[in-house]
Every structure is written in C-alpha cells, then in structure tokens.
C-alpha cells in the first residue's frame, strides 16, 4: 500500500544568532501518512526546534518544507493557520489549557474554532472526556486536576478535532513513571483509533521505542536508528 507524504524537510537548516553552528542543518526527513516517528536527542539538540519547523511555528533559515505537497513557507499567516488548525495537533510537556475554562470547555475550543455547532461541540468533548476516564472531571478547571489529568485533557483537546498528524513535545516529560506510561498509552491509542499520524521529539528512548520509526538528532542531522 502506497502512503502519502504528510510532511517533508529537504535540506532544512536553521541558525541562531549567537550560535557558531546551525541548531538543524541540511535536514532531510519524510513523515508518511499513518507514520508513527521518535525523534531521539539530548537537551539542546534542537528536537522541539525541529518541531516547530515542521509546523510553521518558525521559519527555516534554508531549505524547504512541505505539508499535504503545500511549500509553507508560500503561504501567509492566515493560510499557515488555517492548515495547522485543520491536520496537526499539538502535545506539549507542559499542557497549555486555559486556565480560566473547565475541562470541558478547553477540550471543546478547538471545534468552536472550526465553527462546529455549540451542542455538537461540547457533546463530542464530553464524550471523549469519559472515554478516558474524567467523566467526573468535566466542570473542574485545570487548577482542580491533578498532572496527569490536565495532561490527559491537554491530549484529548489535541485529537479531538481527529488532525491527521500529532506533533507531541515531551508528552510525559512532566509525569511520574507510571502516569506518563498510561498518558501515552492514552495518547497511542486514541491516535491509532483516528489514523492519526504521529511525530514525538523525546530524551526518553523507552518511550521512543514502542514506536515504529527512530531518528536521533545529533549536531543537526538525523540519523536512522
């Protein structure tokens, strides 16, 4: 079965002011559709740079890099926006939920964005929130949830909108060993069930290993393990 590309780098660098050496350098990677890839690196190596590349979140210095065959570095902010909001999803180590908004509500945000009808957004929130356990948990904010629970909403506001790829940061990084391993067994799962590409960036080779694809970012470069 042939895939599609989702995203490709071709000769991506990227450079610092003040830095000697390019933080990516001359990177070339192809992310297929269905593709579930570990990025590898020690901290400062540049893996959450690489992500935001991928992304549009920061522009290259050199090189190209494509998402669904669209160069974005052609595209304005609107267009970027409208790309990212509607095929990427974002996992951060650290969860990002409004703090002001209940579990609920943050899990729903990104489907209002898309303009999907109030009743039909709050339903599906909910019904995603029970799936994975916080069917109590929906009115509390984030400050009345333990980490693994905010970080639990944090995933499923990631995949509700069911993006055709997962851009994860450190998804864990936050969590004690047992939590983080049933965060990502959430996360794995949840991901499979929509198809859903997935590109993780990690220190955590344990982690990085139950998925299918493994790179490690060394001095810029990418190398297959």
């Known amino acids: ?14 450079t610092f002011a003040g830095l000697d050496e390019p933080i990516i350098n001359k990177l070339n990677l192809n992310i297929n559709e269905g593709d579930h890839t570990a990025i590898i690196g020690v901290s400062g190596s ?15 210095s050199s090189g ?7 160069n974005i570095a052609s595209l304005d902010q609107d267009e970027l926006g409208v790309l990212r909001n509607t095929h990427l999803g974002f996992v951060y180590q650290f ?5 002001d908004f ?11 964005i898309r303009r999907c009808p109030y009743k039909k957004a709050f339903k599906e929130a909910e019904d995603l929130l029970r799936k994975i356990g916080l069917g109590k948990r929906l009115t509390h904010k984030p400050g009345q949830l333990s980490g693994g629970e905010r970080q639990r909403v944090a995933i499923a506001r990631s995949l509700i909108a069911k993006p055709k790829c997962i851009l994860a940061d450190e998804p864990t990084g936050n969590l ?21 590409t997935i ?11 139950r998925l299918k694809f493994h790179y490690k970012l060394d001095q810029g470069k990418l190398k297959k393990r």
């Open 1 to 14: 079965m042939i895939k599609n590309t989702l995203i490709s780098c071709k000769d991506v660098s990227k």
């Open 46 to 60: 540049g893996k959450s740079t690489l992500l935001h590349l991928m992304a549009g979140l920061e522009k290259t």
């Open 64 to 70: 190209q890099i494509k998402i669904l065959n669209q």
């Open 95 to 99: 969860h990002h939920l409004l703090s």
């Open 102 to 112: 209940n579990a609920i509500e943050n899990v729903a945000l990104p489907l209002l």
């Open 176 to 196: 004690d060993g047992k939590t983080a391993h049933f965060v990502f067994d959430l996360l794995l799962d949840l991901a499979k069930e929509n198809r859903s």
């Open 199 to 209: 590109i993780l960036v990690t220190h955590d080779n344990q982690l990085a290993a």
